[in-house]
């Protein structure tokens, strides 16, 4: 049995004015910008295959069935393979920081001297620190 | 000319001495007194054969006026040096200073050496920078340099006054002293700052070469600025708003200011009786021959400057007559022998202020060297009397020191006759000059300056009664009746060390009358009246040609016609002379026989009871020392206070609070920084909201 | 007849300052995560809105990596506030205040 949902009000919600005053200032900005009508995508064109092509910098032509009209887009290839490498970094450094070191080293502001790792929470623990 | 080329040495021996023995004087037998010695001997020397120089009978020119040291060398301003100046007036100055200090250093010997006192080293430095720096003073050509040595004169004052510092009357009576005349030497600053700056130059005369006038003096300059109205040089006058003759006057009565404290004139009188703490040779060179002699000597200097300026010449007769008086009535009640001889400094002190001021040159510079002479001896002979009693002062301990005595005793009485003006002894000559000239001169000048100089010439008269009454009670009750106590009866002898100074100035006190005696050059027609004729100088050319110093210019150009200062003869010259003469002989006799009806017997006893009230008033001292003493404290002392509070509390409050602020506010900005990222965050956000709001109004996005 | 830009651009900003608050108001770190997350989505938004204005599809292609990166970042806070929690147990933003003056 749960109750309905409350809204959250732990912490003073007036430094959320901050936020509202800056949503207003972008919708005055925005809504009174004269954009031009916008150029759309043409009809029957084959936008996720010209995705791919421009994500590998491969010819869009070479990927298109009859009748599919290919858009231009610039070439992306090293963009995604960094962003490969950006992805295994973030991955690394997750797993360094989740990580426990040595016998105990991660202290905390006066907890886990010896044998409350067990009560540790985040962990799910297994008892007294070191490597597992 | 060779003895003008040496002249600095004059200077420097003394000092040399003093470096002697202030470092090597606990190695030397004597504690540096030889040096001492030789150094005053070799000026004296020295001295002699500049005075022969100036008189003509050596070398090709009879004065001398030239710098020798540049300390600051002024680019179109003011340039700061050292200089010597030596004619008539600073050669006799020369010759009593050296011989005074040659004298002492010898007494010192008697005084200090054989009385096994300790520190001697120090004492013997103090009197050779005393030498040096009074000497110094005599010969300084300029303003600036004769304040410099004026000042360090008032050191040596100091630090010999307080010689027994580990008393408590001395070191007390050190910095009464020096505070004194330091106060007076305040006006005498601004006065020299006023005339540097009004002048562009404080020399006393001008320096020429081979003719042409190279750089003028001061006193030229007013002269020509009163006499003929060339005041263009002096800007001054137009920033002040004053005529030139009665800003001249200002500024000599600032300068007076300075000559009141040294010279111990009233009000700044208070001094002096206090400073006979220090040892009695150093009373005798300084406070009774010398270093007082500065004030009169600097105004006898600058002579030509206060001519000009019959204001300034009335205020200086009126404050000496007045002071010749009114030391001579406390002079009366004292019972240390040492103290009636202060108040005596102080009164014929006032003698030479009074003949300066009513137009007597000469009498003053007669005076000066008569009562140098006089009142050294008569120091020096208390001084005496204090070993052989064994630094007891009171006079009303000793007594029947006449036989015991008998060379002490012959010379202190020759000083006495002198001190009390009894003919045929040096004071008479000297004191009734003076007097004769303040009476002609108020008699026969024009204006104001008549009647205040006839004030100035009663208080004087008067005076002359007191001096004798006090010098004669002093001789009774020191030297004659029946000793009153033991060791009077049975006196410590004084060696040859003190009995010699005492028997040559014994004899220069009864002789050096005789060089200018005046009523007998008169009344014989004989030219006799050799002071006169020195500082008269030769009729045409030579030093006063050089100088513009000199009786001619002084009495006759500038006393005459500029100030309004005539002598008048109500009964012919003659006669006036004999008259004025009689009458300051038969007061003084008849202060002489009062005192000896007084305390002339074999057992005197103490009249000042008599006086009633005026006793308590007259011991006292008039209530001076407590009136300054008020000044001091209850009213500089809060006025300091205030401004003290003014500086702590406005000045430096203002700069605390300036820092305060900053401290203030920095305490409440650094709580921003509460290290909750929500609250940056929030920051940020504010500030870009209000970056795109201002940009949004400047860039038209709206 | 397209939707003009301008209606993609205010969503966008809704998005954005939904996610602001949530960065300014939020106690909890895991919330305060969620709502950059909010940010970043909101930024990708905007790309696609663009890429539609303009025609070109290079806006799009921005947007996908620009979710690649938001993850990359969500995997790197999670760590840091796995820290967090071991240095001052609790997940609490608030609390995590040594750093002043």
């Known amino acids: 049995?749960?109750?309905?949902?409350?809204?959250?009000?732990?912490?003073?919600?007036?430094?959320?004015?901050?936020?509202?005053?800056?949503?207003?200032?972008?919708?005055?900005?925005?809504?009174?910008?004269?954009?031009?009508?916008?150029?759309?995508?043409?009809?029957?064109?084959?936008?996720?295959?010209?995705?791919?092509?421009?994500?590998?910098?491969?010819?869009?032509?070479?990927?298109?069935?009859?009748?599919?009209?290919?858009?231009?887009?610039?070439?992306?290839?090293?963009?995604?393979?960094?962003?490969?490498?950006?992805l295994d970094a973030a991955l690394d450094g997750a797993l360094m920081l989740a990580k426990r070191e040595e016998s105990g080293e991660n202290v905390g502001l006066g907890s886990q001297s010896d044998d409350n790792d067990a009560t540790v929470a985040a962990d799910g623990g297994t008892d007294a620190g070191g490597d597992d | 000319?060779?003895?003008?080329?040496?002249?600095?040495?004059?200077?420097?021996?003394?000092?040399?001495?003093?470096?002697?023995?202030?470092?090597?004087?606990?190695?030397?037998?004597?504690?540096?007194?030889?040096?001492?010695?030789?150094?005053?001997?070799?000026?004296?020397?020295?001295?002699?054969?500049?005075?022969?120089?100036?008189?003509?009978?050596?070398?090709?020119?009879?004065?001398?006026?030239?710098?020798?040291?540049?300390?600051?060398?002024?680019?179109?301003?003011?340039?700061?040096?050292?200089?010597?100046?030596?004619?008539?007036?600073?050669?006799?100055?020369?010759?009593?200073?050296?011989?005074?200090?040659?004298?002492?250093?010898?007494?010192?010997?008697?005084?200090?050496?054989?009385?096994?006192?300790?520190?001697?080293?120090?004492?013997?430095?103090?009197?050779?920078?005393?030498?040096a720096s009074m000497l110094g003073f005599v010969v300084a050509n300029n303003l600036l340099m004769a304040f410099t040595f004026f000042e360090l004169v008032g050191l040596c004052s100091y630090l010999l006054i307080g010689f027994w510092f580990r008393e408590d009357g001395p070191p007390s009576a050190a910095k009464k002293?020096?505070?004194?005349?330091?106060?007076?030497?305040?006006?005498?600053?601004?006065?020299?700052?006023?005339?540097?700056?009004?002048?562009?130059?404080?020399?006393?005369?001008?320096?020429?070469?081979?003719?042409?006038?190279?750089?003028?003096?001061?006193?030229?300059?007013?002269?020509?600025?009163?006499?003929?109205?060339?005041?263009?040089?002096?800007?001054?006058?137009?920033?002040?708003?004053?005529?030139?003759?009665?800003?001249?006057?200002?500024?000599?009565?600032?300068?007076?200011?300075?000559?009141?404290?040294?010279?111990?004139?009233?009000?700044?009188?208070?001094?002096?009786?206090?400073?006979?703490?220090?040892?009695?040779?150093?009373?005798?060179l300084i406070h009774a021959a010398t270093m007082v002699a500065a004030g009169v000597y600097l105004v006898a200097r600058m002579y030509g400057f206060y001519a000009i300026s019959p204001t300034a010449l009335a205020i200086i007769a009126l404050v000496g007559g007045f002071t010749a008086l009114f030391a001579a009535t406390m002079g009366v009640v004292k019972q240390e022998i040492k103290q009636v001889l202060a108040y005596s400094t102080i009164s014929q002190y006032g003698y030479m202020m009074l003949a300066l001021g009513s137009g007597g040159y000469v009498a003053a510079v007669f005076h000066l060297t008569t009562h140098a002479v006089f009142k050294?001896?008569?120091?020096?002979?208390?001084?005496?009397?204090?070993?052989?009693?064994?630094?007891?002062?009171?006079?009303?301990?000793?007594?029947?020191?006449?036989?015991?005595?008998?060379?002490?005793?012959?010379?202190?009485?020759?000083?006495?006759?002198?001190?009390?003006?009894?003919?045929?002894?040096?004071?008479?000559?000297?004191?009734?000059?003076?007097?004769?000239?303040?009476?002609?001169?108020?008699?026969?000048?024009?204006?104001?300056?008549?009647?205040?100089?006839?004030?100035?010439?009663?208080?004087?008269?008067?005076?002359?009664?007191?001096?004798?009454?006090?010098?004669?009670?002093?001789?009774?009750?020191?030297?004659?009746?029946?000793?009153?106590?033991?060791?009077?009866?049975?006196?410590?002898?004084?060696?040859?060390?003190?009995?010699?100074?005492?028997?040559?100035?014994?004899?220069?006190?009864?002789?050096?009358?005789?060089?200018?005696?005046?009523?007998?050059?008169?009344?014989t027609g004989a030219h006799i009246d050799f002071l006169h004729a020195w500082l008269h100088g030769p009729d045409e050319g030579g030093w006063p040609a050089q100088l513009g110093t000199g009786l001619v210019r002084y009495e006759e150009t500038l006393l005459h016609d500029v100030a309004g200062v005539s002598a008048g003869y109500p009964l012919g010259e003659i006669g006036t002379l004999l008259a004025s003469a009689l009458l300051s002989l038969a007061l003084a006799v008849a202060g002489v026989l009062v005192a000896r009806s007084l305390y002339g017997g074999a057992e005197p006893v103490e009249h000042t009871d008599k006086l009633g009230n005026a006793k308590t008033?007259?011991?006292?001292?008039?209530?001076?020392?407590?009136?300054?003493?008020?000044?001091?404290?209850?009213f500089t002392y809060p006025v300091a206070r205030a401004m003290d509070k003014f500086d702590q509390g406005v000045v430096d409050g203002v700069v605390n609070g300036v820092s305060s602020v900053s401290l203030f506010g920095s305490s409440r900005i650094r709580k921003i920084q509460s290290g909750v990222v929500s609250n940056y965050a929030t920051l940020l956000t504010l500030g870009l909201v209000l970056l795109l709001v201002v940009f949004g109004i400047s860039g038209g996005w709206f | 007849m397209a939707i003009p830009a301008e209606y993609y651009l205010l969503l966008s900003a809704a998005v954005f300052c939904i996610g602001l608050f949530g960065v300014l108001t939020r106690r909890n770190a895991l919330i305060f995560l969620m709502s950059v997350e909010l940010m970043l989505n909101a930024a990708n938004i905007n790309f696609v809105a663009f890429s539609l204005q303009h025609g070109n599809l290079t806006g799009q292609v921005f947007a996908l990596f620009g979710m690649a990166i938001a993850a990359a970042e969500v995997a790197v806070g999670i760590g840091i506030i796995l820290v967090l929690y071991r240095n001052f147990t609790d997940v609490d933003v608030t609390k995590a205040t040594t750093m002043r003056w």
């Open chain 1, 1 to 86: 049995m749960t109750t309905k949902p409350r809204l959250n009000t732990d912490g003073s919600l007036v430094a959320g004015l901050a936020a509202v005053a800056l949503f207003a200032v972008l919708a005055v900005v925005f809504l009174g910008a004269g954009f031009p009508a916008p150029a759309g995508f043409p009809e029957g064109a084959a936008i996720t295959k010209s995705l791919g092509a421009a994500m590998f910098d491969i010819a869009p032509g070479q990927l298109m069935d009859e009748g599919e009209a290919a858009i231009p887009a610039e070439g992306f290839l090293i963009a995604f393979l960094l962003i490969g490498v950006l």
């Open chain 2, 1 to 131: 000319m060779a003895a003008f080329t040496y002249a600095p040495a004059i200077v420097l021996l003394p000092f040399v001495s003093f470096l002697v023995a202030l470092f090597a004087g606990d190695r030397m037998p004597k504690g540096g007194a030889l040096a001492g010695i030789a150094a005053t001997g070799g000026s004296l020397l020295l001295s002699i054969w500049v005075t022969l120089t100036v008189a003509g009978f050596t070398g090709s020119s009879t004065s001398y006026n030239e710098f020798v040291y540049t300390w600051v060398a002024g680019v179109d301003s003011i340039a700061l040096r050292f200089g010597l100046l030596l004619d008539p007036l600073s050669a006799l100055m020369l010759l009593i200073v050296t011989l005074i200090s040659f004298l002492v250093h010898i007494f010192s010997l008697g005084y200090m050496n054989d009385e096994g006192e300790t520190g001697l080293p120090r004492y013997y430095a103090g009197l050779g920078l005393f030498t």
């Open chain 2, 177 to 284: 002293a020096f505070l004194v005349t330091r106060f007076g030497d305040y006006f005498f600053l601004i006065g020299v700052v006023g005339i540097l700056a009004t002048f562009g130059t404080g020399l006393f005369a001008p320096i020429r070469e081979g003719g042409d006038v190279v750089a003028q003096s001061f006193p030229a300059l007013a002269e020509q600025a009163v006499v003929n109205g060339a005041t263009e040089g002096i800007a001054m006058l137009d920033t002040i708003g004053m005529g030139a003759q009665a800003w001249f006057t200002v500024l000599g009565v600032l300068v007076l200011g300075g000559v009141i404290g040294k010279s111990a004139q009233f009000p700044l009188h208070t001094w002096l009786p206090d400073a006979m703490e220090g040892p009695t040779p150093v009373s005798a």
């Open chain 2, 376 to 523: 050294a001896l008569l120091f020096l002979g208390a001084g005496s009397v204090i070993i052989a009693m064994h630094h007891n002062e009171n006079m009303w301990d000793m007594g029947g020191l006449k036989e015991r005595m008998p060379v002490t005793y012959w010379t202190f009485l020759s000083g006495s006759l002198a001190l009390a003006g009894i003919v045929p002894f040096a004071g008479f000559w000297s004191k009734d000059e003076v007097l004769y000239e303040a009476l002609i001169h108020g008699l026969g000048s024009s204006g104001g300056l008549g009647p205040a100089y006839l004030v100035a010439y009663a208080m004087g008269l008067l005076a002359v009664f007191m001096t004798g009454f006090y010098t004669f009670r002093m001789v009774y009750l020191t030297f004659h009746g029946e000793p009153r106590s033991d060791i009077a009866r049975d006196p410590v002898e004084v060696g040859w060390n003190v009995k010699g100074p005492l028997s040559v100035l014994g004899v220069l006190a009864a002789t050096v009358g005789l060089i200018n005696m005046k009523p007998v050059a008169e009344l």
């Open chain 2, 617 to 634: 008033l007259l011991m006292h001292n008039y209530y001076q020392d407590e009136y300054q003493v008020w000044l001091a404290t209850g």
